[in-house]
């Protein structure tokens, strides 16, 4: 069982900066490091989208088109924690910023959709003012 926490949110103004933390926690250093990781994001009426994707491996990554290379999706495997530094922050990005989890046995493999992923945290919100 694997439990994360997000972390980092808050309220900026339009073309700021955050930088979200996911830290996880129940797998052992061994095991964080066979699991993608994934953000997502919703707003209220809204199902909640896929943001960004990194493999286990760190060296594949896949970005919503809406990202537009605003935002950045990195790990450090001996924290056990996974990053999105978001840039250029639009009003349009204000949303509760969710991270998840799979395991995997394949270095390179991501995934996008919702229902492939096992665990979920709690949440963090980002308010971006104009």
């Known amino acids: 069982q694997v439990q994360l926490v997000e972390s980092g949110g808050g309220l900026v103004q339009a073309g700021g900066s955050l930088r979200l933390s996911c830290a996880a926690s129940g797998a052992s250093g061994r095991t964080f490091n066979r699991y993608a990781m994934g953000w997502f994001r919703q707003v209220p009426g809204k199902e909640r989208e896929f943001v960004a994707t990194?493999?286990?491996?760190?060296?594949?990554?896949y970005y919503a088109d809406f990202v537009e290379g605003r935002f950045t999706i990195s790990r450090d495997n001996a924290k056990n924690t996974v990053y999105l530094q978001m840039n250029s922050l639009k009003p349009e990005d204000t949303a509760v910023y969710y991270c998840a989890a799979r395991r995997t046995f394949s270095g390179s493999a991501y995934y996008t959709g919702l229902n492939e992923y096992d665990y979920w945290g709690q949440g963090t919100q980002v308010t971006v003012s104009s």
């Open positions: 990194l493999s286990w491996s760190g060296g594949s990554t």
